[in-house]
Nanobody, 128 residues
Framework: QVQLVESGGGLVQAGGSLRLSCAAS????????MGWFRQAPGKEREFVAA????????YYADSVKGRFNISRDNAKNTVYLQMNRLKPEDTAVYYC?????????????????????WGQGTQVTVSS
């Protein structure tokens, strides 16, 4: 059973930064695309960023492009989300997710239905 454990959330002022981490169990971490999603109260869970197994290809939602950076350390089975210039609208529970599927088209990685395993989430609150 794969386990994903997020950490690093918290309360930060607008314009500040946070770094989220997601530690994964299992021995095949390096071949799986990992994603970050977020869900604000009363809203659908939405895509934030994804990174392919090698770490060479990344994808971002338009709302975070240029502010957030996704990376991974396959030796540590960990994926990160560096969040800079945070805005109040970034407030949400952030979830880490893993998919066993491999697609050539990036569009699949933007969908939460592509992902098989999810962490419990970590709260990020940005005050104005």
């Amino acid at each position: 059973q794969v386990q994903l454990v997020e950490s690093g959330g918290g309360l930060v002022q607008a314009g500040g930064s946070l770094r989220l981490s997601c530690a994964a169990s299992g021995r095949t971490f390096s071949i799986h695309t990992m994603g970050w999603f977020r869900q604000a109260p009363g809203k659908e869970r939405e895509f934030v960023a994804a990174i392919r197994g090698s770490g060479s290809t990344t994808y971002y939602a338009d709302s975070v492009k240029g502010r957030f950076n996704i990376s991974r350390d396959n030796a540590k089975n960990t994926v990160y989300l560096q969040m800079n210039r945070l805005k109040p609208e970034d407030t949400a529970v952030y979830y880490c997710a893993r998919t066993v599927r491999i697609y050539y088209s990036a569009s699949y990685y933007y969908s939460k239905d592509t992902y098989d395993y999810w962490g419990q989430g970590t709260q990020v609150t940005v005050s104005s």
